[in-house]
């Protein structure tokens, strides 16, 4: 079964950082692009970040663009994303969200249940 | 505002068939596939189409989708109340080199 934890969530002061992270198991981490995913409360989705299955690219939405760095660690299995210089904006329920495609970004097959992101003084 | 445009509300009463629409541009739908996703009220959103067209397994078949063009739709034929959700599309975005997210389609079975 496919089962994706992310942690590191919580209340942080603007221009403060963040690291979140994500735990994978349940299939072959190594062969598959994994994104990054928010939504503000009571907001829609919005793709933040991706990386491809052996990290050779990554991708950023332009709002994240110079803050954000998506990162994994195949041999851990895991996903990260250091955030820094955030910003109210920033506040949202991160998923993290494996792709159907090696190189990726494409569409997401499986989600996370989310960690939330407060930036708030 | 999101690149791709769904409607903000859509309504149909049980057994009913509904469309949702998601209209784009060139350098998104004209040019990748299109995906579309469901979240239930306080869930993950779970896929539900991909690649136009196709269903995931698990999936039941009352689900569609189609493209033509810029744009794209999802259609559910024979509505229960479980479909009362949230529906977004997706695709890539050649200019923007990631993927943009529909604003969303609140969907009520009445």
């Known amino acids: 079964e496919v089962q994706l934890l992310e942690s590191g969530g919580g209340l942080v002061q603007p221009g403060e950082s963040l690291r979140l992270s994500c735990a994978a198991s349940?299939?072959?981490?190594?062969?598959?692009?994994m994104s990054w995913v928010r939504q503000a409360p009571g907001k829609g989705l919005e793709w933040v970040s991706g990386?491809?299955?052996?990290?050779?690219?990554?991708y950023y939405a332009d709002s994240v663009k110079g803050r954000f760095t998506i990162s994994r660690d195949n041999s851990k299995n895991t996903l990260y994303l250091q955030m820094n210089s955030l910003r109210a904006e920033d506040t949202a329920l991160y998923y993290c969200?494996?792709?159907?495609?090696?190189?990726?970004?494409?569409?997401?097959?499986?989600w996370g249940q989310g960690t939330l992101v407060t930036v708030s003084s | 505002q999101s690149v791709l445009t769904q409607p903000p509300s859509a309504s149909g009463t049980p057994g009913q068939r509904v469309t949702i629409s998601c209209s784009g541009s060139?350098?998104?739908?004209?040019?990748?596939?299109v995906n579309w996703y469901q979240q239930l009220p306080g869930t993950a959103p779970k896929l539900l189409i991909y690649?136009?067209?196709q269903r995931p397994s698990g999936v039941p078949d009352r689900f569609s989708g189609s493209k033509s063009g810029t744009s794209a739709s999802l259609a559910i034929s024979g509505l229960q109340s479980e479909d009362e959700a949230d529906y977004y599309c997706?695709?890539?975005?050649?200019?923007?080199?990631?993927?943009?997210f529909g604003g969303g389609t609140k969907l009520t079975v009445l």
């Open positions: 969200a494996k792709d159907l495609n090696t190189y990726g970004p494409g569409y997401f097959d499986y």
């Open positions: 349940g299939f072959t981490f190594n062969k598959y692009a």
């Open positions: 990386i491809s299955h052996s990290s050779g690219s990554t």
């Open positions: 060139s350098s998104n739908i004209g040019s990748n596939t």
């Open positions: 690649s136009n067209n």
């Open positions: 997706a695709a890539y975005d050649d200019s923007l080199n990631g993927v943009e």
